[in-house]
C-alpha cells in the first residue's frame, strides 16, 4: 500500500519558506552566505507546490500569494528605505541603483520558488502577476517616497557636467532606466516625475547662460557656444537620458539659446548677420543658417532671410544709385568712359546674384525661404530706371552688346552663353517684361538686318533660354524674324540665279533684298521715296524675280532700311561711302546738279521736312561732310543750300556715313502700351468667359494675375479697358449691383 502524504500547515511551510526568503536577503546584502543549490531551490519549488496542491481546507495559494507581497514590503521597511534615507546626492544614487538590482533579483528568485502559484492560481483568478506584485512593491514603498530626491540628485549631476565636471555617466544611465523600467500606464514616472523637472531646469541653466553670453560675446562667438551645448545636448541623451527626450530638450535650449535673442543676437552692432554679410564669413553664416533652421520647426529661419534680403537689398540698390551718379557725372562732364554706367551696372548686377545665389545654394543649403529672399530682394532694384532707361531697356542694350562679338569684353563662345543664360535669370525679377521683349526685338531687327550679329547660333541659344523661361508666346515673334534671315538669305542665292539666267533684267547693280514677314517684325515707316533711276531698276528686277516665286504676297519696301554703297570721287582720292538709302538719294542728286537748295532736295526726294533735315544734317553738319552748306552752321533750315564737297578727303579709302540716331524710346514705349490694352481685354473676356458672372474686386485680381507674369497691370488701366468692354458688349453692370459683371455671350 502507498503512504498517504502528509498535509503541510500554512506555519510549517512559511517557516520554510521564510527561512530561504532570508538566505537570499543574507545573499543580497552580501553576507557570507552560500548560493542556492538544486536541492535547496527544488525544496522550496516543492513546498509551495505541495501547500498549493492540498485539497481543501489545506489550499494555501491565497495566503501564500499575500505573504510573497508581505515579504517584499518587509523587506523595503526593513532594509531598503533606511538604507537610502541615510545616503545623499551622487551615494544615494548609487544605493538605489544597487537596492534596484537587488530587487529585481530578489524578484526574479521569488517569482521561481512561488512559480506553481504563478501558473494556476494568478491565471485562475486574473490576480496580478507575481513579477509585477514585485515590482508594484519597489515602486509603492520605496520609488514613490524618494522619486524627488532622485530627479534632484540627477539633475544636479547634469549641471555639473554642464559646467565641465567628470561626472558617472552609467550611473545616470541606471538611474533613468529604473524610471523607464517602473512607469505603468496610469503613471510615468521618466516624463512625469524626472523629465519635465530636467526639461524646466534646463530652460532656467540656458536662461541664464544665455543673458549672461548676449551681452559678452560677439555673434559668431555666441554661436560657437550654443553648437557646442547643444551638441553636448545631444550626446546626453545618447549616453544617459531617454531617446524620447532629445527632441524636448533640444527644443528647451534652443528656445532659450536662439528664440528668445533672435533679434538681438542677428542686429548685434559689430558682428550680426549684416556684418556676417559685408565680411563675406561663410562658416558663421553656415552656422547660423544651422541653429537657426533648428528653431521651432523653421520658424527661426525668417529674421535670418528677412535680414539677409534687407542686406542683399541695400546691396543692390547701392549699385544703382552709383550707376545713376556715374550716368550724372558723364553727361555733365562729356567724357569718354569706358563701359556705360548703365551697362557696368548689369554686369555688377549678375556678379551680385551669382555671389548670393551660391551663398544661398551652399551656405543655407539650398532654402526655399532664401530663394525668396533673394528673388524679392532682386525684384526691388531691379525694377528701378538708371538714367532715364527702365531696367527692361539696360538688359535689352546689355544683351544687344554681348552678342556683338561678346561687347566690349571680348567674351568667348562659352562666356557668351553663360552671360545670356545670366541675363534670362536677372530678366526673371523684372516686372516689365514685355517691355524687354520689344525693345530687344528691335536691337534684334537691327542686327539681323544690317548683319552686325557675330554669330546666329547665340542669338538662337538666347531665344531658346527666354522661351524655356517665361514661355513660346514670348518669342514667337523674334523667332520668326531670325527664320525670316535664313529664308532670305535662301532667297538671295535664288535671285542671283535668276539674274545669271536673264541678263536682260540685271540692273548693272549689286543687289541684296531681304524680305522680311508683316507681323514678326517691328512696325517701319514705309515712305514714297523718289528713288533714282538706278534703284529703280533694281527694285523693278527684284519684283519681277518675286514674281516667279508666289503671287498672293504683296512688297512694300521699307526704304528708311538698308544700306546703299556709292563709291565718291573727290579731289583727292576714291572713297567708297556706305549710307542709307536715304542718304544715297540725296547724293545721287548730285550726280545732275552742282548746287541743290533744301527745298529742291525735298521735292526731288519727295520725304517729309524731318526726314530731309535728318538726311542733310548727317551729309554736311556731322562728322563726315560730304555736302557743304551755305550758311555754314550746325543745323539745316529751310531757306539752305547745298553743294557735294569735291575737297572732302579721309585716311580711310572706305568709310560709313552714321544714320542720325532716332529716338525709339518713345515709339517702343507706346507700341507696349497697345499689346497691354489688347492683353487686358483678352485676360478679361477670357475670365468672364469661364465665370460668366464676377465682382470688380475678383476680376481684376484675376486679371493682375494673369497677366503678373509679363507685366504688372496698372489697376486703372484694367477699370479702363473693362469700361470700353462694356461699351462694345463684351460685359454689362448687373443693374441692381454695379460692381457686379455679367458675361455677354
Given at each position: 500500500?502507498?503512504?498517504?502524504?502528509?498535509?503541510?500547515?500554512?506555519?510549517?511551510?512559511?517557516?520554510?519558506?521564510?527561512?530561504?526568503?532570508?538566505?537570499?536577503?543574507?545573499?543580497?546584502?552580501?553576507?557570507?552566505?552560500?548560493?542556492?543549490?538544486?536541492?535547496?531551490?527544488?525544496?522550496?519549488?516543492?513546498?509551495?507546490?505541495?501547500?498549493?496542491?492540498?485539497?481543501?481546507?489545506?489550499?494555501?495559494?491565497?495566503?501564500?500569494?499575500?505573504?510573497?507581497?508581505?515579504?517584499?514590503?518587509?523587506?523595503?521597511?526593513?532594509?531598503?528605505?533606511?538604507?537610502?534615507?541615510?545616503?545623499?546626492?551622487?551615494?544615494?544614487?548609487?544605493?538605489?541603483?544597487?537596492?534596484?538590482?537587488?530587487?529585481?533579483?530578489?524578484?526574479?528568485?521569488?517569482?521561481?520558488?512561488?512559480?506553481?502559484?504563478?501558473?494556476?492560481?494568478?491565471?485562475?483568478?486574473?490576480?496580478?502577476?507575481?513579477?509585477?506584485?514585485?515590482?508594484?512593491?519597489?515602486?509603492?514603498?520605496?520609488?514613490?517616497?524618494?522619486?524627488?530626491?532622485?530627479?534632484?540628485?540627477?539633475?544636479?549631476?547634469?549641471?555639473?557636467?554642464?559646467?565641465?565636471?567628470?561626472?558617472?555617466?552609467?550611473?545616470?544611465?541606471?538611474?533613468?532606466?529604473?524610471?523607464?523600467?517602473?512607469?505603468?500606464?496610469?503613471?510615468?514616472?521618466?516624463?512625469?516625475?524626472?523629465?519635465?523637472?530636467?526639461?524646466?531646469?534646463?530652460?532656467?541653466?540656458?536662461?541664464?547662460?544665455?543673458?549672461?553670453?548676449?551681452?559678452?560675446?560677439?555673434?559668431?562667438?555666441?554661436?560657437?557656444?550654443?553648437?557646442?551645448?547643444?551638441?553636448?545636448?545631444?550626446?546626453?541623451?545618447?549616453?544617459?537620458?531617454?531617446?524620447?527626450?532629445?527632441t524636448k530638450l533640444l527644443n528647451k535650449a534652443e528656445h532659450?539659446?536662439?528664440?528668445?535673442?533672435?533679434?538681438?543676437?542677428?542686429?548685434?552692432?559689430?558682428?550680426?548677420?549684416?556684418?556676417?554679410?559685408?565680411e563675406d564669413k561663410v562658416e558663421d553664416l553656415s552656422r547660423?543658417?544651422?541653429?537657426?533652421?533648428?528653431?521651432?520647426?523653421?520658424?527661426?529661419?525668417?529674421?535670418?532671410?528677412?535680414?539677409?534680403?534687407?542686406?542683399?537689398?541695400?546691396?543692390?540698390?547701392?549699385?544703382?544709385?552709383?550707376?545713376?551718379?556715374?550716368?550724372?557725372?558723364?553727361?555733365?562732364?562729356?567724357?569718354?568712359?569706358?563701359?556705360?554706367?548703365?551697362?557696368?551696372?548689369?554686369?555688377?548686377?549678375?556678379?551680385?546674384?551669382?555671389?548670393?545665389?551660391?551663398?544661398?545654394?551652399?551656405?543655407?543649403?539650398?532654402?526655399?525661404?532664401?530663394?525668396?529672399?533673394?528673388?524679392?530682394?532682386?525684384?526691388?532694384?531691379?525694377?528701378?530706371?538708371?538714367?532715364?532707361?527702365?531696367?527692361?531697356?539696360?538688359?535689352?542694350?546689355?544683351?544687344?552688346?554681348?552678342?556683338?562679338?561678346?561687347?566690349?569684353?571680348?567674351?568667348?563662345?562659352?562666356?557668351?552663353?553663360?552671360?545670356?543664360?545670366?541675363?534670362?535669370?536677372?530678366?526673371?525679377?523684372?516686372?516689365?517684361?514685355?517691355?524687354?521683349?520689344?525693345?530687344?526685338?528691335?536691337?534684334?531687327?537691327?542686327?539681323?538686318?544690317?548683319?552686325?550679329?557675330?554669330?546666329?547660333?547665340?542669338?538662337?541659344?538666347?531665344?531658346?533660354?527666354?522661351?524655356?523661361?517665361?514661355?513660346?508666346?514670348?518669342?514667337?515673334?523674334?523667332?520668326?524674324?531670325?527664320?525670316?534671315?535664313?529664308?532670305?538669305?535662301?532667297?538671295?542665292?535664288?535671285?542671283?540665279?535668276?539674274?545669271?539666267?536673264?541678263?536682260?533684267?540685271?540692273?548693272?547693280?549689286?543687289?541684296?533684298?531681304?524680305?522680311?514677314?508683316?507681323?514678326?517684325?517691328?512696325?517701319?515707316?514705309?515712305?514714297?521715296?523718289?528713288?533714282?533711276?538706278?534703284?529703280?531698276?533694281?527694285?523693278?528686277?527684284?519684283?519681277?524675280?518675286?514674281?516667279?516665286?508666289?503671287?498672293?504676297?504683296?512688297?512694300?519696301?521699307?526704304?528708311?532700311?538698308?544700306?546703299?554703297?556709292?563709291?565718291?570721287?573727290?579731289?583727292?582720292?576714291?572713297?567708297?561711302?556706305?549710307?542709307?538709302?536715304?542718304?544715297?538719294?540725296?547724293?545721287?542728286?548730285?550726280?545732275?546738279?552742282?548746287?541743290?537748295?533744301?527745298?529742291?532736295?525735298?521735292?526731288?526726294?519727295?520725304?517729309?521736312?524731318?526726314?530731309?533735315?535728318?538726311?542733310?544734317?548727317?551729309?554736311?553738319?556731322?562728322?563726315?561732310?560730304?555736302?557743304?552748306?551755305?550758311?555754314?552752321?550746325?543745323?539745316?533750315?529751310?531757306?539752305?543750300?547745298?553743294?557735294?564737297?569735291?575737297?572732302?578727303?579721309?585716311?580711310?579709302?572706305?568709310?560709313?556715313?552714321?544714320?542720325?540716331?532716332?529716338?525709339?524710346?518713345?515709339?517702343?514705349?507706346?507700341?507696349?502700351?497697345?499689346?497691354?490694352?489688347?492683353s487686358i481685354d483678352a485676360s478679361v473676356v477670357r475670365i468672364?468667359?469661364?465665370?460668366?458672372?464676377?465682382?470688380?474686386?475678383?476680376?481684376?485680381?484675376?486679371?493682375?494675375?494673369?497677366?503678373?507674369?509679363?507685366?504688372?497691370?496698372?489697376?486703372?488701366?484694367?477699370?479702363?479697358?473693362?469700361?470700353?468692354?462694356?461699351?462694345?458688349?463684351?460685359?454689362?453692370?448687373?443693374?441692381?449691383?454695379?460692381?457686379?459683371?455679367?458675361?455677354?455671350?
Amino acid at each position: 500500500m502507498m503512504s498517504q502524504k502528509s498535509i503541510i500547515e500554512l506555519e510549517e511551510g512559511w517557516e520554510i519558506m521564510d527561512q530561504g526568503i532570508k538566505k537570499l536577503k543574507r545573499i543580497l546584502e552580501g553576507k557570507d552566505e552560500s548560493q542556492f543549490d538544486s536541492e535547496g531551490y527544488m525544496n522550496l519549488y516543492t513546498t509551495i507546490y505541495n501547500m498549493c496542491t492540498q485539497n481543501p481546507p489545506h489550499g494555501y495559494s491565497q495566503q501564500l500569494y499575500d505573504k510573497y507581497r508581505e515579504s517584499f514590503e518587509a523587506y523595503a521597511a526593513s532594509s531598503v528605505l533606511p538604507s537610502l534615507r541615510e545616503k545623499h546626492d551622487e551615494f544615494m544614487l548609487m544605493e538605489i541603483v544597487k537596492r534596484w538590482s537587488n530587487h529585481k533579483v530578489m524578484v526574479r528568485w521569488l517569482s521561481r520558488f512561488f512559480h506553481y502559484l504563478d501558473r494556476f492560481f494568478v491565471y485562475r483568478y486574473s490576480l496580478l502577476p507575481l513579477n509585477e506584485v514585485g515590482l508594484k512593491c519597489f515602486r509603492d514603498k520605496v520609488f514613490e517616497d524618494l522619486k524627488g530626491k532622485v530627479s534632484g540628485a540627477v539633475i544636479a549631476l547634469i549641471n555639473q557636467e554642464r559646467e565641465g565636471d567628470q561626472i558617472d555617466r552609467s550611473l545616470l544611465k541606471n538611474v533613468l532606466d529604473m524610471f523607464v523600467a517602473l512607469h505603468t500606464e496610469e503613471k510615468k514616472y521618466y516624463e512625469e516625475d524626472f523629465e519635465a523637472l530636467m526639461l524646466e531646469d534646463t530652460k532656467g541653466y540656458y536662461s541664464r547662460k544665455a543673458s549672461q553670453w548676449i551681452l559678452e560675446d560677439s555673434c559668431p562667438d555666441y554661436m560657437l557656444k550654443v553648437e557646442e551645448c547643444l551638441k553636448k545636448e545631444k550626446d546626453r541623451v545618447e549616453h544617459y537620458l531617454h531617446s524620447s527626450s532629445e527632441t524636448k530638450l533640444l527644443n528647451k535650449a534652443e528656445h532659450e539659446l536662439l528664440t528668445v535673442y533672435a533679434t538681438q543676437l542677428l542686429e548685434k552692432e559689430h558682428s550680426g548677420i549684416q556684418a556676417l554679410l559685408r565680411e563675406d564669413k561663410v562658416e558663421d553664416l553656415s552656422r547660423m543658417y544651422r541653429l537657426f533652421s533648428r528653431v521651432e520647426q523653421g520658424l527661426g529661419l525668417e529674421p535670418v532671410s528677412n535680414a539677409f534680403k534687407q542686406y542683399v537689398t541695400n546691396e543692390g540698390t547701392a549699385l544703382v544709385k552709383q550707376a545713376e551718379d556715374a550716368a550724372k557725372d558723364k553727361k555733365a562732364d562729356k567724357r569718354d568712359v569706358v563701359g556705360l554706367p548703365e551697362q557696368v551696372l548689369v554686369r555688377k548686377l549678375i556678379e551680385l546674384h551669382d555671389k548670393y545665389l551660391g551663398y544661398v545654394n551652399d551656405f543655407f543649403q539650398n532654402h526655399s525661404l532664401f530663394h525668396k529672399a533673394l528673388k524679392e530682394a532682386f525684384e526691388v532694384f531691379c525694377n528701378k530706371s538708371v538714367a532715364g532707361s527702365s531696367s527692361a531697356e539696360l538688359l535689352a542694350t546689355f544683351c544687344e552688346n554681348v552678342l556683338k562679338n561678346g561687347g566690349s569684353e571680348k567674351l568667348t563662345d562659352e562666356a557668351i552663353e553663360k552671360t545670356l543664360e545670366k541675363v534670362v535669370m536677372l530678366l526673371a525679377f523684372v516686372s516689365d517684361k514685355d517691355l524687354f521683349a520689344e525693345f530687344f526685338r528691335k536691337k534684334l531687327a537691327r542686327r539681323l538686318i544690317y548683319d552686325k550679329s557675330a554669330d546666329d547660333d547665340h542669338v538662337r541659344s538666347l531665344l531658346s533660354k527666354l522661351k524655356q523661361q517665361f514661355g513660346g508666346q514670348f518669342t514667337s515673334k523674334m523667332e520668326g524674324m531670325v527664320t525670316d534671315m535664313t529664308l532670305a538669305k535662301e532667297n538671295q542665292q535664288h535671285f542671283a540665279e535668276y539674274l545669271r539666267g536673264n541678263p536682260r533684267v540685271h540692273p548693272g547693280i549689286d543687289l541684296t533684298v531681304t524680305v522680311l514677314t508683316t507681323g514678326f517684325w517691328p512696325t517701319y515707316k514705309s515712305s514714297d521715296l523718289n528713288l533714282p533711276a538706278e534703284m529703280v531698276k533694281c527694285v523693278e528686277a527684284f519684283k519681277e524675280y518675286y514674281q516667279t516665286k508666289t503671287k498672293h504676297r504683296k512688297l512694300t519696301w521699307i526704304n528708311s532700311l538698308g544700306n546703299c554703297n556709292l563709291m565718291g570721287k573727290f579731289d583727292a582720292k576714291k572713297i567708297e561711302l556706305i549710307l542709307s538709302p536715304y542718304q544715297a538719294a540725296a547724293l545721287l542728286l548730285f550726280n545732275g546738279s552742282d548746287r541743290l537748295s533744301y527745298e529742291e532736295i525735298k521735292a526731288q526726294l519727295n520725304l517729309s521736312d524731318d526726314d530731309v533735315v535728318r538726311t542733310l544734317h548727317s551729309l554736311s553738319c556731322a562728322k563726315y561732310k560730304i555736302l557743304t552748306k551755305e550758311p555754314n552752321s550746325r543745323t539745316i533750315s529751310p531757306t539752305d543750300a547745298f553743294q557735294f564737297n569735291s575737297k572732302f578727303d579721309d585716311k580711310m579709302r572706305r568709310i560709313k556715313i552714321p544714320n542720325p540716331p532716332v529716338d525709339e524710346k518713345k515709339k517702343v514705349i507706346e507700341d507696349v502700351d497697345k499689346d497691354r490694352r489688347y492683353s487686358i481685354d483678352a485676360s478679361v473676356v477670357r475670365i468672364m468667359k469661364a465665370r460668366k458672372v464676377l465682382g470688380y474686386q475678383q476680376l481684376v485680381g484675376e486679371c493682375v494675375e494673369q497677366l503678373s507674369k509679363m507685366f504688372k497691370p496698372d489697376v486703372k488701366a484694367i477699370k479702363k479697358r473693362i469700361e470700353d468692354l462694356i461699351t462694345r458688349d463684351y460685359l454689362e453692370r448687373d443693374k441692381e449691383n454695379p460692381n457686379l459683371f455679367k458675361y455677354l455671350a
